[in-house]
């Protein structure tokens, strides 16, 4: 029989590509996919260090595959991903894992398990100029079989001062366009009809082979040329970074969706700089000027930062201000969390109390749940074209689905299915989704 590998994975969507990177690379060695920890004769766990809170979980689940070990001692148990970068060899020191692989030696886990035996982990932590994992297809682990994820490049070369991704990630290096062309298609022809190319900053994706040059736009179009009836997303895109050419190509073809990811951090000019996002407030909003020139509808959504060092209620102030002027259709809201060994962990203090945070932080959600709702009311009466995710996770016998603005769309299936495009008219809303009727 099989051996059975386990993985369960926290943080970004691209830690759910790299689990999918882990399956495939052990499905070579023999192993296979379970998701019944029970079953499994490795246990991994795919981590995030981004905030505190998401650590603080994954200490919550060692503990979990811990008293597993005692009724299992056979088991071997892994951590994965950016909290094995970080931490190193303070998680092998606790006695409690087997394995700690970073994001860039996953390709070594075969051999680290053969090398393991009681009371000696396998730890390698190296980072990579090179690896982007391209050669290997992975094992898709979506539900519905309708949107997959593609990894364009990895790693970081921005220096955002609260920011763990570039320790953990290591430099940024752009995928063979080549090999995420063949991957598309191939997911295309097994029915897939949303392709989402993820970076941590896809504005910097630069492919030189000596002769031929793509960046991001020109990737973008080759994939979106693939059949114009596959959707084709994209995130995180950097506002420093943000092309015209990326919008002029969004505006040419209609099957790469209206929508933008363009996270903000802080409204406050002081705080941007301190944060060292090397943009300002200004250029911020003429940037999303230029997005709604050539792309009116575009969804554009944000990532936030409440209680950043020395934040002040001015700062915060400029944050709301800019939400209300921006009017996002959604964001990601975070108090700041210090992050050991950054530039702001070594050079700043930490020094806005939690409850200030939290407040500040409360304040952001419940201006953003009224911008959201605003947004949504703006779209009823209108008629959207849907591709269809699946039943409805509230009510199963309807449908739900995403606008090309990344819209959560809930309506009554009549007979359509998962992966159909639809037309829906919007009638109702509530801030987080929009509800209708399809119309032929
Ligand atoms: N590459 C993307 C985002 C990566 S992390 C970008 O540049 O925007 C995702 C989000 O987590 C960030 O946008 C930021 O809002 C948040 N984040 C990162 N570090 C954080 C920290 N130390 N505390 C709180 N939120 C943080
Ligand atoms: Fe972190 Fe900044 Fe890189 Fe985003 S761009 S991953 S926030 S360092
Ligand atoms: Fe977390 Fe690493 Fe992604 S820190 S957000 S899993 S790149």
Redesign the pocket.
Known sequence: MNKKIYIET???Q??VVDSEVIFSIMRKEGYERTTVMEDADIILAN????RDN?EQRIWGRIEVFRKMKESNPGVIVGIV??MAERLKEELTKTGKVDLVAGPDTYRTIPDMIKEITPGNPAINVLLSREETYADIVPVRTDKNGVSAFISIMRGCNNVCSYC??PY??GAERSRDPETILSEAREVFSRGYKEITLLG?NVDSYLWTDGQRQVDFPDLLESVALIDPSLRVRFATNHPKDISDKLIQTMARHDNICDHIHLPVQSGSDRMLEKMRRRYTREWYLDRVRKIREILPGCGITTDVIAGFCSETEEDHQATLSLFKEVAFDYAYMFCYSERPGTIAARHYPDDVPQEVKTRRLNEIIELQNQLSLESNRSDIGKTFEVLVEGPSKRNPEELCGRTGSDKMCVFPGLGHKAGDYVQVRIADCTSATLLGTIVE
Do not use: D
């Not at 981590?47 to 981004?50: A, E, G, I, L, N």
């Open positions: 926290y943080g970004c691209m830690n981590t995030c260090s981004v998401a991903g950016c763990v991704v953990t990630r941590q």
